[in-house]
């Protein structure tokens, strides 16, 4: 397989997204690893940009839903109608049914519907009135919260910000970069001239040539006893499950594709830890008190654990 793919959508994602090419990449790897991303940021810094600039550079289809405390799982799955003409009922397909799906503000929902995503996401289907249907391929979900405004919002329980593969900041731009943001938009919308560069079928065959990527002995070591010290940490509460091993593992296969490597190297691991493992980790009380933060905490963590050499 041939990973130069990888570079030429995020080339191409950077025609329309000024800098931030650590974020691109970062979502490039979910979507290589067969996950979903969670953008959390302020509003503003093109989260939703980002989502059409990626779901337009793989030729995508594209559904964006903006969650609000009344909305309702059949909002999102979908619903049967009854159709007077046969008699029968129809199956209406909610966005869900789509190749990317942008959850803008997901924590401004009910938990229900909160779940409902979540189901889809992690099984890749959905039912209605008992009956199964299956969700395109790819399927991913970039899934937005804003950090700041915590008035009405329902808060995603840390069970299913563990459904997230990766948490992804965007930040503010530089002074240049911003520059750069007013030349480019100043007279056009790039987005609306950016082509695709890819096939969805391209990427569920990158998918699948991800899973052939070595990955050694020694780096499946490190990745375990990065997670296991999360587990003994004396400042968290909580520490990475299993899940975000096998989320490390897969999202370092996904990188080394990216860097054109066809071997993972602790590197790897140690630049993904943090945007794969943080949101899953729980400090304690008296230690968010003090101001800490699970990225220190987790940072502070990594540093302490022997690389190997491979």
């Known amino acids: 397989m041939d990973f130069s793919l990888c570079k030429r959508i995020v080339d191409n994602i950077s025609r329309v997204i000024v800098g931030k090419l650590p974020s691109i990449e970062l979502l490039m790897v979910g979507l290589v690893s067969d996950g979903h991303v969670l953008l959390e940021d302020i509003p503003g810094l093109g989260k939703t940009l980002i989502a059409k600039s990626l779901a337009k550079s793989i030729g995508a289809s594209f559904k964006r839903v903006q969650f609000?405390?009344?909305?309702?799982?059949?909002?999102?799955?979908?619903?049967?109608?009854?159709?007077?003409?046969?008699g029968e009922f129809v199956f209406q397909p909610g966005p869900v049914m789509t190749h990317v799906l942008l959850?803008?503000?997901?924590?401004?929902?009910?938990?229900?519907?909160?779940s409902s995503l979540l189901e889809s996401m992690e099984e890749r289907q959905v039912t209605v009135d008992g009956k199964t249907y299956a969700l395109p391929h790819p399927?991913?979900?970039?899934?937005?919260?804003?950090?700041?405004e915590l008035?009405?919002?329902?808060?995603?329980?840390?069970?299913?910000?563990?459904?997230?593969?990766?948490?992804?900041?965007?930040?503010y731009p530089d002074q240049n970069e911003e520059i750069n943001i007013l030349d480019r938009f100043q007279q056009k919308d790039p987005l609306l001239e950016l082509a695709p560069v890819?096939?969805?079928?391209?990427?569920?065959?990158?998918?699948?040539?991800?899973?052939?990527?070595?990955?050694?002995?020694?780096?499946?070591?490190?990745?375990?006893?990065?997670?296991?010290?999360?587990?003994?940490?004396?400042?968290?509460?909580?520490?990475?499950s299993p899940r975000g091993s096998l989320g490390l593992m897969r999202t370092s296969q996904a990188l080394a594709a990216l860097r054109d490597r066809d071997?993972?190297?602790?590197?790897?691991?140690?630049?993904?830890?943090?945007p794969v493992l943080a949101h899953r980790l729980i400090l304690k009380e008296e230690d968010e008190?003090?101001?800490?933060?699970?990225?220190?905490?987790?940072?502070?963590?990594?540093?302490?654990?022997?690389?190997?050499?491979?």
């Open 68 to 86: 609000t405390p009344d909305l309702l799982p059949a909002d999102i799955t979908g619903f049967n109608i009854y159709n007077q003409h046969s």
């Open 103 to 114: 959850a803008d503000e997901i924590n401004r929902t009910i938990p229900r519907t909160q």
């Open 139 to 148: 399927f991913f979900v970039m899934a937005t919260q804003n950090p700041i």
């Open 151 to 171: 008035e009405g919002t329902f808060p995603l329980p840390e069970a299913q910000l563990d459904r997230f593969l990766l948490r992804i900041r965007l930040g």
């Open 198 to 240: 890819a096939e969805p079928k391209e990427i569920s065959e990158m998918q699948q040539a991800r899973k052939t990527i070595h990955i050694s002995q020694p780096v499946k070591e490190y990745i375990v006893s990065i997670a296991a010290a999360t587990r003994k940490s004396a400042a968290l509460r909580l520490g990475a």
């Open 263 to 274: 071997y993972v190297l602790p590197d790897d691991v140690k630049y993904l830890a943090v």
């Open 289 to 310: 008190l003090r101001g800490l933060t699970r990225e220190s905490v987790l940072e502070e963590i990594i540093n302490q654990i022997p690389v190997p050499a491979v």
